[in-house]
């Protein structure tokens, strides 16, 4: 995908012109549509709500949840939520990060495979939780991580489908 | 101030109610630990040190956060208080290297101290450049961490723990050098750039263990718009952010609190010194809820005056060389030559910059006894026409409000040329306004600037229509029935012309001259024109262009329109260049600039040849005067032509006030001894006058001379040094008690009545001529224009934010094929000079902005292709122009 496709920054903070309190709603609007909320964005967000370009990357920056680079093409979530934590969700973490070969920033260089950590998304029965490119999967316990981190890799083979 | 009796370790006190109980006990002389709490910043209670023992409080509150209340009783020294401070400290220290602080062996050290174990080498206290100046190293030897074992040590993201991640140092800046490694998370930078400079370059980011102060996306400082003010220099506890050129000096040996010599905002500096040199330079501190202020040409233009060119000794003029000679020598010869010009043979010219003491002691000299009158200022053009029509309508040549009251502004009508580049600290006021407390903010500007961006309408003019704008604006208010009727009936004269002149500018037809949207000089219009009246601040870049010089006199008729004079917050503010033009024009100098009448000539303190718009003119009657003497700091190019050359002593080596914006009188102290036999201006007149025989310059002291001036000019009577001492005062102030005048007219007009100004029709500049279709425009370089600036001129300050010098429109110059960065001829009805152009978008289309430099070498500027610009320049200002590449 090259920048031609995606959908120019003004269009995106267009609608909300002139509105108060809409800093996070204009992150959520411009991760869907670049995938992350790049540098370039900052300047016309900060315009469009008078704030300082730097104010505006300190609130970003504040949500685990807002990426500020391109997501890897296969993204890793996990929950680190305290009950995920008491069911050993560090651990299979650690499991995944080394079977998959990522290094300690959780990204691969070719940016192919990476692990973010996510906020607790409630669904606390089937800790620990992991999401793989936005699917749940349930119950991944330290005995099940090696499965999955071989089920990742094959998908991060065939490019991420 | 409403006052409340606390109980602090068992001693009562008399503290302001309501304000941190940290403060009150500063102020009450009981000193709490803190570190991010600061006076003049808001309340943030991130370091938690600050907890005290409230008898009926429930645990330990920090005192930051609690407001002192009658009959508190707070201890601040019991063991739990202590115990829970050190924690805290302890915790802080964990994420920091804390050998420079908590070293067993610290107190065995001296200067020279041998320091071999205890640390590794790079943690050591020597190796800290805030070492001996670090708020967070007097803070731990103040709670003796030394002697307590540090308690969170194993954290593995900890300073010596195994994840500890280094950050990078940022080098990219000319005057600030950040190495967030130290950072202790006060947020005290945060808030300062945000709220005292309406700006916030830096932010917390990220959250938790992985919090750090950055900038977006961590760009480098000039990147996010930072202006160098280093503001966030003055409140770093630690050693992250640091003044660049003077990182490594170590502490002051003593500090000075004086003026800025540099524009008219006249802001207070505390400049340090060691070995009595100027070591660098800070805000102050908050004085009484007024924050702490400087702009990066107060903070690092004032190295000039330990230049190894200052001029140490006279230097008179023998068989056709300048060469040295002694004072009594010197004034002897000046002496016996200037007796044959009294009466009229000389004149004058006077830098705008010379303290009042300087500036009167020149004007008696000239009056009294040359019994000349031909006295002028020179500085920017255009400066005395900010406030000669003030003098007309008003009877008060000055700014009718005080700058700081800006910051609380309800409407703001900015115009002229980037204010934030040239008048910084009063753009930061009118920031804070328009960002932080819901003032509204119109800005007319040609150009893109900062202010522009924060401007809730922006009037983008043609350069030389700005009376045509100021027409529409006022037939908006006078066809809506907006003026305030009732005050203009009771105290002003004049109205019906001036309605009259107006009637024909209704919006459409000044928007067709401006280029504005005629919806917009509507809503403009509707904004001002509401009760409570506006702030009118305006610079010289309106006086400059031909054509325009009727728009301080349109300012001063919508002001009156308004209802905006009496209002704190609200009246005309014309913001002058120079740091003592409003001093001079005190004390009754009425030049309009321009080369003073007189076969023998008298320049002080200024570089005609160099700065002047006009340098030809100067050059030409420099040459033609029978006899020409200079005073001045540096062998400057106007020195050079002279016969006598006599040494001034810089702001820095003498005492006396200076005269700002907004009429406050300030002290201006002597720092370092005088370089060489450098003297005031007065000294020097004095020794002159007295070759003379005469008697009437017998000056002694500046501070007999303002005595002096204090008897001659009624408004500044109640004057004292004394008074002066603490903060300035501002005049009127006619008696010893008067506390001095913030906003004038506060108690209504009085009579005389105040009155209208006419304003001749504006002229419709739109280039007619098909084979000049452009507009050309003359403005002001950036930053670094002022002349004691450029004596420094191979210092960073001068190469940090270099513009392009001919700028234009990118679809303009698709019209003439032109493409950025390339070598064009400009011509124009009366000549042609060369320029590399630049693209950028920020002005109108149609018009191209030449940057006049005054930047450079004198000699570049006296020929070279500089100089044909500058020529240019001073014969065009506005005029039709074409653009064509050089081939």
Known sequence: MTSDHLEPIEAILRPYQGRKGVLLEVFHRVQEAYGYVPQAAMEPIAKLLNLHPSTVYGSLTFYTEFRTAPPPRVLVGMCLGPTCHIRGAETVKDILQRRLGLPASGHNDDNSCGIHVIQCAGHCQYAPLVYVNGEARREVTVGGAAALADEVSAVVARGGR | ?887
């Open chain 2, 1 to 887: 101030m409403e006052t409340v009796t606390i109980t602090i370790d068992g001693e009562q006190y008399q503290v302001e109610r309501g304000i941190p109980l940290v403060l009150a006990a500063e102020r009450a002389g009981v000193r709490i630990p803190h570190l991010c709490f600061h006076e003049g910043l808001s309340v943030f209670a991130g370091c938690r040190l600050c907890v005290v023992q409230i008898d009926g409080a429930r645990g330990l509150p920090t005192s930051c956060t609690t407001p002192t209340a009658d009959g508190q009783v707070v201890w601040t020294k019991t063991p739990e208080v202590l115990d829970m401070q050190r924690g805290v400290m302890s915790l802080i220290l964990a994420d920091h290297p804390d050998r420079c602080l908590s070293c067993h062996r610290q107190e065995h050290c001296g200067i020279d101290g041998i320091c071999l174990r205890d640390a590794v080498v790079t943690y050591r206290c020597l190796t800290c450049a805030k070492n001996k100046r670090c708020e967070f190293q007097s803070t731990s030897e103040e709670l003796e961490m030394h002697k307590y074992p540090m308690r969170y040590y194993q954290e593995r993201h900890s300073w010596y723990g195994p994840d500890h991640q280094e950050r990078a140092v940022g080098r990219s800046n000319p005057f600030i050098e950040l190495d967030f490694n130290e950072c202790i998370l006060c947020a005290r930078c945060v808030r300062a750039c945000d709220e005292v400079r309406g700006l916030s370059c830096y932010e917390l980011t990220y959250k938790g263990p992985d919090s750090r102060i950055d900038t977006s996306f961590g760009l480098p400082l000039q990147a996010v718009g930072c202006d160098g003010c280093g503001a966030c220099v003055d409140v770093c506890p630690v050693a992250c952010i640091l003044d660049k050129p003077s990182k490594w000096q170590g502490p002051a040996q003593r500090t000075v609190t004086t003026t800025c010599p540099f524009c008219g905002d006249g802001c207070q500096l505390v400049v340090e010194l060691q070995q009595e040199r100027i070591l660098r330079v800070g805000g102050v501190k908050a004085v009484e809820g007024v924050p702490m202020v400087t702009c990066s040409r107060g903070r690092n233009g004032l190295g000039y005056v330990h230049d190894a060119r200052r001029l140490t000794q006279p230097l008179v003029r023998r068989d056709g060389r300048l060469q040295p000679a002694s004072w009594d020598e010197a004034a002897a010869l000046v002496a016996s030559r200037f007796a044959g010009y009294r009466n009229g043979g000389l004149g004058a010219a006077i830098s705008p910059q010379l303290t009042n003491e300087e500036s009167y002691a020149v004007q008696k000299f000239v009056r009294t006894v040359m019994e000349s009158e031909n006295i002028s200022v020179t500085g920017i053009e255009g400066d005395r026409a900010l406030v000669a029509p003030l003098e007309a309508a008003l009877g008060v040549g000055a700014g009718t409000g005080s700058l700081e009251d800006l910051a609380a502004a309800k409407r703001i009508f900015m115009m002229g040329s980037d204010i934030v580049s040239t008048n910084a600290v009063a753009g930061w006021q009118i920031r804070r306004a328009a960002r932080m407390n819901g003032g509204r903010l119109i800005v007319a500007s040609p150009r893109a600037n900062e202010m522009t961006k924060w401007a809730e309408t922006w009037l983008q003019y043609r350069p030389g229509t700005e009376t045509a704008l100021l027409a529409g604006l006022l037939n908006v208010m006078v066809t809506e029935s907006l003026v305030n009727a009732e005050l203009i009936e009771a105290n002003c004269e004049g109205y019906d012309a001036v309605q009259a002149a107006v009637a024909g500018f209704d919006p459409e037809r000044s928007a067709a001259i401006t280029g504005v949207a005629a919806e917009d000089i509507r809503r403009a219009a509707r904004t001002l024109a509401t009760a409570g009246g506006a702030a009118f601040v305006y610079d010289a870049g309106i006086t400059q262009h031909t054509g325009a010089t009727g728009a301080v006199a349109a300012l001063v008729n919508l002001a009156l329109a308004t209802g905006s004079l009496g209002a704190a917050g609200a009246g005309l503010f014309p913001l002058r260049d120079s740091s003592n033009q409003q001093g001079a024009e005190d004390l009754g100098y009425r030049g309009h600039g321009g080369v003073p009448a007189g076969r023998a000539l008298l320049i002080a303190g200024s570089d005609p040849l160099a700065t002047e718009l006009d340098r030809t003119g100067w050059a030409a009657a420099v040459r033609a005067a029978e006899f020409v003497v200079v005073f001045d700091s540096f062998l400057t190019a106007t020195a050079a032509e002279a016969d006598v050359v006599l040494p001034l002593s810089s702001f820095a080596e003498q005492d006396g006030t200076r005269t700002n914006s907004e009429r406050r009188v300030q002290r201006s102290r002597a720092i370092i001894p005088p370089v060489g036999e450098s003297r005031p201006l007065w000294a020097g007149f004095a020794a002159i006058a007295s070759a003379m025989d005469s008697k009437e310059c017998e000056f002694f002291d500046a501070g007999s001379i303002f005595d002096e001036i204090t008897r001659s000019v009624p408004s500044y009577g109640g004057l004292s040094y004394e008074r002066l001492e603490e903060r300035g005062i501002q005049w009127p102030c006619p008696e010893g008690h008067h506390p001095g005048t913030a906003t004038l007219f506060a108690e209504g007009f009085g009579s005389p009545r105040v009155r209208f100004l006419p304003v001749a029709a504006p002229d419709d500049l739109r280039p007619d001529d098909a084979s000049f279709p452009l507009l050309l425009a003359a403005g002001l370089a950036r930053v670094p224009y002022h002349r004691e600036v450029l004596a420094a001129r191979e210092d960073a300050s001068t190469r940090a934010w270099d513009e392009e010098l001919l700028t234009l429109r990118p679809d303009d110059a698709l019209r003439f094929d032109l493409a950025d960065g390339e070598p064009v001829t400009v011509e124009t009805p009366t000549g042609s000079f060369k320029a590399k152009l630049a693209l950028d978008d920020s002005g109108p289309s149609g018009v191209l902005f030449l940057r006049i430099p005054v930047l450079a070498d004198p000699s570049v500027l006296l020929s070279g292709p500089l100089a044909e610009l500058l020529d240019a320049a001073a014969g065009l200002r506005l005029s039709p122009a074409v653009v064509r590449p050089t081939r």
